[in-house]
């Protein structure tokens, strides 16, 4: 297989994650014969550097052209005082608006090595796999900026959804639950906005189309709690941006650490977007110790979603787990009796047990 991916490191810990995902794919395209051909392009605070704006337009171009994108992160204290079109962040919510790239999937399934690393009860989290889908493209992150500050002393931002756009996003939640354990949970603020009530009416309208599939409405407030009390309620959840923009860091705790979440950000015809669900941790960068699994699973998603190789993705999620099975982990993991490792020696394991995974699945199949 031949694939072009673009590679927006961004800020903070973004090129240290990144230099993890590409030895990952750089292994896996020797073990299994594709060509990835990588172009690095910049985003967020490093582009505002270099260019001056926070996506420059030969991003866009490149990204447009890719057959997949993989992002580090964006943003730091460097640049938290430009004003709001020139942030960072503006990057990263200006190349998902651009692709279009309204379904994000976050799933959250801890790992078994780190039942113990999570500060919530083994009993309590045991067994939790959830899917988390937030639609990613609209809501209040995508109000109208002119009105935000019209006056000096009144603020304003915008919730805007289309009808077509909270359909789509619902479709997806069902799609995924039919592919998982047909439990859907649609998460909104129904008792307060609007926004909410027309969400949940196109849910119930949505259901009579997945009659195999059960749902239920939670109210926000009230399943941020369930999540961490009762987290193996919860199957697939499908939800508006902010919402899951807030629920998706709180489901990390299950997993151990917030560096362990990978994402997905796609749209219908497959075209994707992959990143770890964190951010540019400024408290930890340039130090070498930053989790790299995030990424290093985002690039499965990658290899899963946007190409379609279930075998390599798999390959990587088992040598992770490998990894974690043998006790290493980097400092953001709590684990008795394990042995702490940097960034790089994290990936140097994850490469080793994807090397030799690949050696004894190939002897396998020579004699199937
Ligand atoms: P953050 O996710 O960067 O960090 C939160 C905490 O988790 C920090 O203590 C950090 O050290 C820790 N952490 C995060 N990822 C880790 C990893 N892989 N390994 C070990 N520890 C990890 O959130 P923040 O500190 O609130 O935000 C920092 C900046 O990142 C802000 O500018 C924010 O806008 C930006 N941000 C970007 C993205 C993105 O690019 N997708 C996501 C979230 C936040
Ligand atoms: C995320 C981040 C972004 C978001 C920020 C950096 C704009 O928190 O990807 O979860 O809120 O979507
Ligand atoms: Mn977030």
Not at 50 to 69: F, K, M, R, S, W
Not at 213 to 219: G, Q
Not at 285 to 314: C, T
């Amino acid at each position: 297989m031949n694939k072009q991916i673009i590679l927006l490191p961004g800020d903070g810990v973004g090129k240290e994650i990144m230099e993890a995902a590409e030895k990952v794919l750089n292994t896996i395209a020797s073990e299994y014969g594709h060509t990835f051909t990588f172009q690095q392009q910049k985003i967020g605070g490093d582009a505002i550097d270099y260019h001056g704006v926070p996506l420059p337009d030969n991003t866009i171009t490149a990204c447009q052209e890719a057959d997949a994108i993989l992002l580090g992160a964006v943003g730091g204290e460097k640049w938290d005082t430009l004003p709001a079109h020139l942030r960072p962040e503006k990057g990263l919510l200006g190349i998902r608006k651009t692709l279009d790239l309204f379904a994000n999937l976050r799933p959250v399934k801890g790992f078994a090595p780190l039942l113990q690393a999570s500060p919530l009860k083994e009993d309590v989290i045991k067994g939790s796999d959830i899917l988390i889908i937030r639609e990613l493209t609209g809501g209040l992150y995508f109000g109208n900026p002119s009105e935000r500050r019209a006056d000096g002393e009144v603020v304003v931002d915008t919730l805007h959804y289309h009808r077509d756009e909270m359909e789509r996003i619902i479709d997806k939640g069902f799609q995924s639950a039919r592919l998982r354990r047909n439990h859907l949970t649609s998460v909104d603020k129904a008792n307060v906005l609007e926004s909410s009530r027309m969400w949940r009416e196109i849910v119930e309208e949505k259901s009579k189309d997945y009659p195999d599939v059960t749902v239920e409405h939670l109210l926000v407030d009230a399943a941020a709690m369930k999540l961490i009390t009762q987290p193996d309620r919860f199957d697939t959840i499908v939800t508006e941006n902010l919402f899951g923009d807030i629920l998706s860091d709180e489901a990390s705790v299950l997993t151990g650490s917030l560096g362990m979440l990978p994402s997905a950000s796609i749209r219908s015809d497959g075209v994707g977007l992959y990143e770890p669900v964190h951010g540019s941790a400024p408290d930890i960068a340039g130090k070498g110790v930053v989790n790299p699994l995030g990424m290093i699973l985002s690039v499965a998603l990658m290899l899963r979603h946007s190409f379609g190789l279930q075998q390599e993705a798999v390959e990587i999620e088992e040598a992770v787990n490998e990894c974690l099975e043998q006790g290493y982990h980097t400092p953001d993991l709590r684990i008795k009796d394990g042995t702490q490792v940097s960034t790089k020696e994290m990936t140097d394991m994850v490469l080793e047990n994807l090397t030799t995974k690949s050696v004894c699945n190939r002897i396998s199949n020579m004699y199937a």
